[in-house]
Structures are given as structure tokens and as C-alpha cells.
T-cell receptor
């Protein structure tokens, strides 16, 4: 089966610019996650969707970050305006509608803000 | 809240050495436990998992046992290879499929 698809793989932008990342989860996976992974750290959850509803966005910096999941499938994460400290890898993951199953990760988008 | 604490790295071992990476967790209820591996430039891949107490997860020679009494899920491998060089993350999944990750342990295996 196809895995979680993310694009782009790499992005370099200047601070105060905007950027968007796209994620296509595994077919049939109701739950979709966006994580931020700063170099040398573990993934930090930004937002979790269940179908197209938000389950948890408590760690999403809502003044600059936004995310949507239209029709309960694809998702887009946007940063506007970007700051230097947003440089990180943004990982998308999905999981099936089964309790306590694993999450499946995409390859991530490496964002560098200069 | 739920959390995972894992051994700080980096860890450097010679090929065929024994590996242990410690992981302890704090959770309300009965979480599932996971080890993920991340190779350079890649996303996280599931290495093994255990869904209830005393379960042993195993894959590619790696093993970890879900110990409820010590709230631990230590990763072990009897003989590491150069190809095992990667970053290893311990994680738990609680109610609502919310995942919590440790900070990662970098492993380098030298020939």
C-alpha cells in the first residue's frame, strides 16, 4: 500500500515569508497528525485531526501556524509569517481508526528559515 | 500528563556489541508502547510495538518487553551492525491515539 506522501521535501525561505506543506495520508486512515521535529529533538505534536475535525491543537502556535484537512483526506499546514526558530522538519503521520495502533510517518519536509 | 523518558545519547558501539537503550514512561491508563527508528533524511519507521503488559515486541533482531511494574520498555539487540546506525525513539500511544515521543537516542555502530 502507498505510504504517507508529503511535499515538498525541502524548502528554504526568508523570515517573515509564508510557506505551506501538503500531506496525503494512507487511504482509510481517519487520524492525521502534524509534528514539528527540531534538530536533535523528538517530534512535537502540532495538531491532530480525526477525519476533518481537530482533536488536539494545544501546541500549535495559532498566531502564525494554521492547518486544515478538507474532506477528511489531504491536509495542509501553513506558516505565516515564518520565524528563524521555525526551522525544523515537519512530519505528517496517519493512523487507522483502531485504538492503540501505530502511526505511519511520511518522509517529512525540511524547512530552513534564513 | 503522559510522557516518555529515554536514555540520552549519543551511543557509540563496535559491531557485534550488545545494545540497550532505556525507556521509561508515565501514563494514565494502559498505553501501547513503540520503538521507532529514523535514518538520516528519512521519516520515522516503526521498529516494534507492544500493546499490553508483558508483551514482547521484536523485529530485525531488536526486542523490547512492556514492563508495567517498572513502567519500562527498554530496547535491546544482541549484536549490532553498522546498518543499525540511526536515531531511535521510544513512544507511547494513549487513549484517542495520541502519541508521545522521547527525545531520541542516536546510535553509531563502528566496524
Amino acid at each position: 500500500e502507498a505510504g504517507v506522501a508529503q511535499s515538498p521535501r525541502y524548502k528554504i525561505i526568508e523570515k517573515r515569508q509564508s510557506v505551506a506543506f501538503w500531506c496525503n495520508p494512507i487511504s482509510g486512515h481517519a487520524t492525521l497528525y502534524w509534528y514539528q521535529q527540531i534538530l536533535g529533538q523528538g517530534p512535537k505534536l502540532l495538531i491532530q485531526f480525526q477525519n476533518n475535525g481537530v482533536v488536539d491543537d494545544s501546541q500549535l502556535p495559532k498566531d502564525r501556524f494554521s492547518a486544515e484537512r478538507l474532506k477528511g483526506v489531504d491536509s495542509t499546514l501553513k506558516i505565516q509569517p515564518a520565524k528563524l526558530e521555525d526551522s525544523a522538519v515537519y512530519l505528517c503521520a496517519s493512523s487507522p481508526p483502531i485504538t492503540w495502533t501505530e502511526a505511519f510517518f511520511g518522509q517529512g519536509t525540511r524547512l530552513t528559515v534564513v | 500528563g503522559d510522557s516518555v523518558t529515554q536514555m540520552e545519547g549519543p551511543v557509540t558501539l563496535s559491531e557485534e556489541a550488545f545494545l540497550t537503550i532505556n525507556c521509561t514512561y508515565t501514563a494514565t491508563g494502559y498505553p501501547s508502547l513503540f520503538w521507532y527508528v529514523q535514518y538520516p533524511g528519512e521519516g520515522l519507521q516503526l521498529l516494534l510495538k507492544a500493546t499490553k503488559a508483558d508483551d514482547k515486541g521484536s523485529n530485525k533482531g531488536f526486542e523490547a518487553t512492556y514492563r508495567k511494574e517498572t513502567t519500562s520498555f527498554h530496547l535491546e539487540k544482541g549484536s549490532v551492525q553498522v546498518s543499525d546506525s540511526a536515531v531511535y525513539f521510544c513512544a507511547l500511544s494513549s487513549t484517542g491515539n495520541q502519541f508521545y515521543f522521547g527525545t531520541g537516542t542516536s546510535l553509531t555502530v563502528i566496524p
